[in-house]
């Protein structure tokens, strides 16, 4: 029996979704052979367990017969596993080939006039600040419509025009093809020969999610510091555009960077408000799942899609459903079916190191946080600190060596941080968000009651500022080796911490039970060993 307030894991899904996860990696990451290989073991797995299911007549044992049981269990766990890894290798095999049969593969290293549209903003490069990439699709060459593919346009940071370039937006470009060396599915590196040409503006609902964002932006210059102006919109929707580079380097170094990104509590917190008014007006269950989901589609929309937000928003959006169903919400399968399911969409997040900690830390909070919490509980400490320390520390040092991995240090300061500035996020956050709804109409008096709500955020602002200011200094990073060392020794110590009490008993009767079941075997071997060496001494 699960201890109160600790959740009993449902972990029946997580192995077919780290199955998915497996082959995309080797799909992306590996040459087309090993994808090959990676499916037919597949297959050999999911024939072995249909025909042991076949041969049982896929009929549970009875009741008492607890290991045949778990011989059911575990065949038919190995049927579903191999089952989704067979269809997800195959489904990527047939992207992979697609791609190496795309027309524009065909003009690697010559000159081209392609029609593109962006599907991320673009960035400056931080190894040369002199150029400028950006994630794009690919619609037409040399004037011909060709197959959507993604491609990668890298161009000179001076030209305002690629900076400047929308989401959704199609241009035309002069460009060199470059094949890539034939993993991952991007079709081609495209190096642009000049600015880009618009052809067509974005479609209307990316128009409008920039229109609100720059609505919101240009409210929060007009009431804020330039400070507190650059980080409110980065709180509430993830557009850093405003922010300055000091702050953002405070930020890394004081592990608040998470901050800035839109992820799970960022959705928490606004789907959660949206599902909170539709009760609060009396609206039914349907009626409340409805809000929800809206919410759910038009955030991920406003913010653009990003690894983080696609997990976020298909989490949710299960969570959501689960509701509607008048099911129990459990949080791991809900986990593990966003997983699969943004993998069956997005493959290239299958290597995104960004996707990797977001689902590591939200997992690591559904399974050890609330143990730790209540640890930290019978140990005298009032529940909601608890719940914040534990949440904190389980986040760090679950995710502390893939932050080592992007960055080359990580913060030593982070859990303080982040307990520090808890209080403050929430209330920026759903006030700038009230903030960004009232201003997007555009009209004065809804934007004038917005700029009251944006500088209500202004001390909740500045208490975050200061925090990254006090614990963001060069000191309070080490470098990444052994910050890998001690994040991973850490968890470690956290989970065998948490696991003692419940492992402990079923140890210590596994022990008893071992002694009790070998104890003739220790009563014979001393007369078996006399005999044997009477034996031969008597030879000798």
């Known amino acids: ?51 042991a299911g076949v041969a049982r007549g896929w009929q549970p044992p009875s009741r008492g017969r607890w290991f045949g049981m778990r011989t ?116 081609a590196a495209l190096t642009a020969r000049g600015p880009p040409t618009q052809i067509s503006e974005a479609p209307g609902y990316l128009r409008l999610a920039e229109t609100v964002r720059s609505r919101f932006r240009e409210l929060c210059a007009t009431a804020l510091g330039h400070r507190k102006a650059g980080l409110l919109p980065g709180l509430v929707v993830g557009d850093t555009s405003a922010g300055e580079a000091t702050v953002d380097e405070q930020f890394r170094r004081a592990g608040l960077t998470h901050l800035l990104a839109v992820s799970g509590a960022n959705f928490a917190l606004i789907v959660g408000m949206a599902v909170l008014l539709a009760g609060v007006i009396g609206g039914s269950v349907r009626l409340t799942v409805g809000a929800g989901l809206l919410a759910t589609v038009g955030f991920a929309v406003l913010v653009q899609l990003s690894p983080s ?28 079916a966003a997983v699969v399911v943004a993998l069956l969409v997005w493959p290239g997040l299958a290597v995104d190191v960004g996707f990797a900690m977001s689902v590591a830390a939200t997992a690591a909070l559904i399974a050890v946080s609330p143990r730790l919490r209540d640890r930290l509980v019978d140990r005298g400490m009032p529940r909601g600190i608890a719940d914040a320390v534990a ?15 992007i960055s080359g240090q990580i913060s030593v300061t982070a859990v303080i941080a982040n307990l520090l500035v808890a209080p403050a996020v929430p209330v920026a956050t759903l006030l700038g968000a009230a903030a960004m709804l009232l201003a997007a109409p555009g009209v004065p008096v809804l934007s004038a009651a917005a700029a009251v709500l944006v500088a209500a955020c202004a001390p909740a602002l500045w208490w975050i500022l200061t925090v990254a200011r006090w614990l963001g200094g060069p000191w309070a990073t080490i470098p990444a080796a052994p910050a890998s060392l001690l994040g991973i020794g ?9 696991r003692h009490r419940r492992t402990g008993p079923h140890l210590a009767r596994l022990r008893r039970d071992a002694t009790a079941a070998s104890a003739p075997w220790r009563q014979r071997l001393p007369d078996r060993a006399r005999r044997l060496a009477g034996r031969l001494r008597r030879r000798a």
């Open 309 to 336: 937000v696609i997990r976020a928003a298909a989490m949710g959006g299960i969570g959501l459903l689960a509701m509607a169903a008048s099911r129990r919400r459990a949080a791991m399968p809900a986990l593990a």
């Open 72 to 187: 059911w269990f575990g065949t038919s766990l190995v049927v579903a596993t191999a089952g989704l890894a067979f269809g997800t290798g195959v489904a990527l095999l047939v992207r992979a080939d697609r791609v190496d049969a795309h027309p524009l593969r065909q003009l690697d290293g010559g000159s081209v006039a392609v029609v593109l549209s962006a599907t991320e903003d673009p960035r400056v490069s931080g190894a040369n600040p002199d150029l400028v990439w950006v994630r794009a699709r690919v619609h037409a060459a040399d004037g011909r419509t060709v197959t959507p593919a993604d491609v990668l346009v890298f161009a000179s940071s001076q030209s305002d025009k690629w900076l400047g370039l929308r989401v959704g937006e199609r241009v035309r470009a002069l460009v060199t093809v470059r094949v890539p060396d034939g993993r991952g599915l991007v079709v």
């Open 391 to 405: 949440m904190a520390t389980v986040a760090y040092l679950v995710t502390a060596p893939l932050v080592a991995a």
């Open 490 to 498: 850490g968890a470690v110590l956290v989970v065998g911490a948490v």
């Open 1 to 51: 029996m699960a201890a109160e307030g600790v959740p009993v894991l449902d972990l029946r899904l997580a192995c077919p979704a780290a199955a998915c996860w497996s082959v995309t990696w080797i799909g992306l990451e590996h040459s087309r052979s090993a994808l090959t290989v990676t499916i037919l073991v597949a297959i050999g797995l999911l024939v072995s367990g249909v025909l």
